[in-house]
């Protein structure tokens, strides 16, 4: 339970931090409602728990697949529940900000990597 909670609650950060910036690049045409807001930080939430399924026997590349699928769908969802509209130019934004996510995330975990390397090294 703690390690969903952990998962979600990062989701969310990431959706927040992406939904911010979306605003400020006056991407999003609509004035944000409290249901905008609340509807991207539950499903960015169920997206960071989704990435539960990079835990399972799969390949990376496969894993790698199947959240980038979940995450359309929930984002798919998102944009339906809002009323928003979604065409090609909302697909190639889905996927900048996916990647851009993906990005940082593998940044992070080398950066983590190498911390437990160095600590690790520094026990000999």
Request: hydrophobic share 55%; with cysteine; net charge positive.
């Amino acid at each position: 339970m703690r390690l969903f909670l952990k998962r979600f609650c990062a989701g969310a950060g990431y959706g927040a931090v992406a939904y911010l910036i979306v605003l400020s690049l006056r991407i999003q045409s609509t004035v944000p409602t409290m249901l905008n807001t609340a509807s991207i930080l539950v499903i960015s939430g169920l997206i960071g728990i989704a990435s539960l399924v990079f835990n399972f026997e799969l390949g990376y590349s496969i894993a790698l697949l199947v959240h980038f699928a979940i995450t359309c769908g929930l984002v798919t969802v998102m944009v339906w529940i809002n009323h928003w509209h979604f065409d090609l130019i909302t697909l190639i934004m889905v996927i900048v900000i996916y990647l851009i996510i993906w990005g940082l995330m593998r940044l992070n975990q080398g950066n983590d990597v190498n911390r437990i390397n160095q600590r690790l090294n520094d026990r000999k």
